[in-house]
């Protein structure tokens, strides 16, 4: 591997102002989103969609480094006969591939998930290498719930991870490591930090024992915030504190930068929350964003897989990559959202 390709790519996935388009949904997954919208999840539904983004020139050029694409994607081809990794690469960003197998339950640990990958994943990240993409994603989830998660949910996860970050590194493609806790549940702010830490503390250990070069390596992890049922929500300022608090306590300086998933927050909530983390400023790591629905959900809303919709579905996207890439600088302000 050489060091110095892997720090090249981390470096331009947190470039100044940009962040990443996470658009890399399962086809079980992107079927939910289309079924929202009453449109039919189809080979050519889901390219024309993904195509309408990649072409939103405004968007791609000047705010997403870099695009998590799923494995039918990085094969796909635009209605013109353009590979989408080629409009993605035009527009000066980065393909990205997500290499793991899901998440699946965890045997005996009911409530708890393990995500699967690993087999063979030497010679996919070869393939995909070959068609273009520079970095990857693997992502883990863990469950917050009265006694969870387990010792064995976060030493599972987190072993995977760093196995799964050590592949990806010899094939000179850069390592997302995502460890997302849940924000379902009626926990405190309080709980989730807990658990936060402890599965960041665990994933660097991990990490530093599967040999992974942390500079050629992006940490994607939830932000610290109150479970969606608790009854008091912790606000935008206190969510920013403690989840700075928690990364400056577990995520060493070499990382080059951590990009968050929305996981579910609200999109004007998850612009916010980057904010005010990179409004308190003076962080040892890039501060970015690395989101799914919180990019994606107004286009969504708006295309409703017409093509007559097209132009207002990317002014819609690209209104959001303009706010979060002032929100990944500091520069924000709720008055631009009107
Ligand atoms: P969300 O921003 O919708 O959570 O998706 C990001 C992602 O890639 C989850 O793995």
């Known amino acids: 591997m050489s060091k110095k390709t892997l720090e090249t790519i981390a470096e331009a996935m947190v470039a100044d102002g940009k962040g990443i388009l996470a658009a890399d949904e399962s086809t079980g997954t992107i079927k939910k989103r289309f079924d929202s919208i009453n449109v039919e999840s189809t080979e050519e539904s889901r390219r024309d969609y993904r195509e309408m983004l990649f072409r939103t020139e405004e968007a791609m050029r000047a705010h997403i480094s ?4 799923f494995d039918e994607t990085i094969r796909q081809k635009a209605a013109d006969g353009t590979p989408l990794t080629q409009l993605i690469a035009d527009a000066g960003s980065l393909p990205g591939i997500k290499v793991d197998g899901g998440a699946k339950d965890l045997a005996g640990h009911a409530g708890e998930m393990v995500t699967e990958g690993l087999d063979g994943l030497r010679e996919r990240l070869s393939e995909y290498h070959g068609l273009g993409a520079k970095f990857a994603k693997w992502r883990a989830v863990i469950n917050i719930a009265d006694g969870l ?3 064995a949910c976060l030493t599972a996860n987190t072993h ?5 970050a050590a592949l990806c590194q010899e094939a000179e493609i850069v390592p997302i490591v995502e460890p997302e806790v849940i924000m379902d549940g009626s926990h405190s702010v309080e709980r989730c930090y807990e658990v936060t830490s402890a599965a960041l503390t665990q994933l660097f ?10 500079e050629g390596t992006i940490l994607k992890p939830n932000m610290v915030v109150s479970g969606t049922d608790h009854a008091e929500q912790a606000g935008v300022q206190q969510v920013a504190e403690m989840t700075l608090d928690c990364f400056k306590k577990c995520v060493p300086e070499a990382v080059p930068g951590i990009v968050f998933l929305s996981g579910g927050q609200s999109d004007e909530d998850a612009t916010a929350h ?3 983390m990179n409004k308190i400023g003076a962080l040892p790591w890039k501060l970015s964003f690395s989101y799914g629905r919180a990019l994606q959900a107004a286009p969504l809303k708006t295309w409703l897989g017409d093509a007559d919709n097209v132009a207002d579905a990317q002014a819609a996207f690209a209104h959001r990559a303009r706010m979060n890439s002032l929100a990944a600088q500091g520069a924000w302000d709720a008055a631009m959202e009107g």
């Open 66 to 69: 870099g695009v998590i694409l």
């Open 149 to 151: 998660p387990s010792a």
């Open 160 to 164: 995977a991870l760093a196995r799964y």
């Open 205 to 214: 250990a991990q990490l530093a024992e599967q040999n992974v070069y942390l």
């Open 274 to 276: 980057l904010d005010a």
